[in-house]
């Protein structure tokens, strides 16, 4: 107890709730299609013919404890970004199956026209999540500038080569890239 628990300025290690885990992944829209992609994939039968439950046991519990970590960290939350994806991508192949199977099969309507209006209409599920993407990256502000990138710089070439940088740990990598110490 005499020493200060540094863990707590970590903001990584900060919990997240999940209401902001899940804006964070792109919204509740989204997780409900990669949890409908990843059930619909009980549609698919193994070669005995019965239910494979296999995708849904492995991609269904990645998501729940991805999930669950991000309540211990908000760091985690990318452990649950490929699930996410997967369960989306899951999601889309199936729809376009059956929509080909509906509307080429049942209808009669050509495949390539099928293809073309489910591939758009499935393509329209990123505009969302793109536009929140290309809006947070363009209010991002960097942190390198070029007052750090000339004092580091300055270090690098006066300095002897085991001269050691001693600051916080956040600018560590910082002082390993640009100033080799």
Known sequence: ????????????????????????LGGMFLLVLAVAGIL???????????????YIALLGLWLVFALWSTTKGV??????????????????????????????EGMKVNKIAVSIVTIALLLLLIVKPTMKGYEIAENSVPSMNDGWWNALTQIKDNSTENAIITSWWDF???FKAIADR
């Open 172 to 174: 560590g990598h910082w």
């Open 40 to 54: 619909l994939t009980i549609t698919k039968k193994d070669e005995h013919g019965s239910w494979d439950v296999k």
């Open 1 to 24: 107890k005499i020493w200060p628990n540094v863990l707590t300025t970590v903001a990584e290690l900060n919990p997240a709730d999940l209401p902001n885990v899940i804006n964070q």
């Open 75 to 104: 760091r985690f939350t990318l452990l649950a970004v490929p699930a996410i994806a997967l369960g989306i991508g899951l999601f889309c192949g199936i729809a376009h199956h059956y929509m080909m199977k509906w509307f080429s």
